[in-house]
């Protein structure tokens, strides 16, 4: 009785390790993706490009030479800024699905825009500190 129990401990032992294994591949896979995840926009009428990275940092700026001679400065500010926020919105979409893919089905809806949303509530500050790798309370441009 004693040994069949210990064999089912160790088994149950095993399988967790597995499971922790698996996921701390899956959280360094994210950690890799999001490092190369870049995002680029144009304005709407393809005079302004712009290029941010996972922390929502521009990275690169182009205009189309044709399109931007013929716009005043505030004109072509407001074309960055366009772009800016669209490329912005969309790294936020990506960081989103990638983090909720790497959830449980049943924590997937505690992601919001904030990438954490409920999780602190869930797992605690330090587990969500822990998942993403960074104090979640700091900008990217407060990290150290």
């Not at 088994?11 to 995002?39: F, K, W």
């Not at 144009?42 to 521009?58: F, H, P, Q």
């Amino acid at each position: 009785m004693v040994g069949r129990m210990r064999s089912q401990a160790r088994a149950s032992l095993d399988a967790m390790l597995e499971e922790y294994r698996e996921l701390t591949g899956r959280i360094g896979r994210l950690r890799d993706d999001l490092s190369s995840l870049n995002v680029t926009e144009r304005s709407a009428d393809g005079c302004a490009s712009v290029t941010v990275n996972a922390g929502g940092e521009l990275i690169r700026l182009a205009f189309d030479p044709t399109l931007a001679r013929r716009l005043d400065p505030s004109s072509l500010a407001v074309r960055v800024e366009e772009a800016s926020s669209a490329a912005a919105a969309e790294v936020r979409r990506r960081k989103q699905a990638m983090i909720s893919e790497l959830l449980p089905p049943g924590l997937r809806q505690h992601v919001g825009e904030d990438f954490v949303g409920g999780l602190p509530a869930v797992l605690g500050e330090a587990g969500v500190t822990g998942l993403l790798g960074r104090d979640s309370s700091r900008t990217a441009g407060e990290q150290r």
